[in-house]
């Protein structure tokens, strides 16, 4: 843990740079005057281009952009110029920078540490849902040669089981992930997307959890707990 920023040191192992931030700077796109003066500020802790960083007009979907060098800036500063319907990115390119934004959702960083090939998906529970973590495993197999295998995953934070209440309609999204207390049913979005992982081949061992729920926690942003108000934390992931 950095001032302002975690970074996954099992990443820095392989020269790639996969951190999020962890303080209440807003990153996000929504209603924010300083969104270029605080991405700036965040990034160049990790050495990283603002200017060639890569973003998505992010949906909720299980959709994933393949990223290439004519891609850099896309979203950097500017909503509209975001590459729009996915929730995903993988890049074979160095210093070719990408994020994803979230306020409890999960972010997942991965890295082919053999074909050097890294992704970045934001998974809310209609991301987890529709398997956002297998459909990028299939891209990278389809286009890049990754095995799973070969794989290092990174789990961000996100709202925990210990917070995250849901409706009942959930037994028909789920087979597993549902915790029953005190009559009320919670999800734990990070146990499903792990057992998606293992499920598609990635080994335990390669799998690194931060452990840290955004609701709990006052240095990050969650909306469920601060509604409309909330601001965004960005997740970046970058070949050196």
């Known amino acids: 843990m950095q001032s302002g920023y975690y970074l996954f040191d099992s990443f820095k192992a392989h020269n790639c740079v996969a951190a999020f931030s962890t303080n209440r700077l807003d990153l996000g796109f929504y209603n924010n005057p300083k969104l270029k003066e605080n991405r700036g500020q965040f990034l160049k802790k990790l050495a990283i281009p603002f200017d060639a960083l890569v973003c998505l007009q992010q949906v909720h979907g299980n959709s994933v952009f393949i990223a290439a060098q004519k891609d850099a800036g896309h979203g950097a500063g500017d909503y509209t110029v975001a590459i729009p319907g996915y929730d995903g990115i993988i890049t074979a390119e160095k ?57 290092v995953c990174g789990l961000g934070p996100s709202i925990r089981s210990c917070c995250y209440e849901v409706g009942p309609e959930f037994k028909d999204y789920f087979s597993n992930g549902l915790l029953k207390r005190k009559g009320k049913i919670f999800l734990d979005l990070v146990h499903t997307n792990l057992l998606q992982l293992q499920k598609a081949g990635v080994k335990e061992k390669n799998i690194y959890d931060c452990g840290m729920c955004t609701s709990c926690q006052q240095d990050f942003f969650s909306y469920r707990r601060d509604g409309q108000n909330a601001g965004r934390m960005m997740s970046v992931i970058m070949i050196k």
């Open 95 to 151: 210093r070719l920078p990408l994020a994803v934004f979230t306020a409890d959702c999960l972010s997942i960083f991965m890295l082919d540490i053999k074909n050097r090939v890294a992704a970045i998906l934001h998974s809310g529970w209609r991301g987890t849902k529709d398997n956002i973590v297998a459909v990028t495993l299939t891209t990278m197999k389809n286009k890049f040669s990754s095995h799973a295998e070969d794989i």
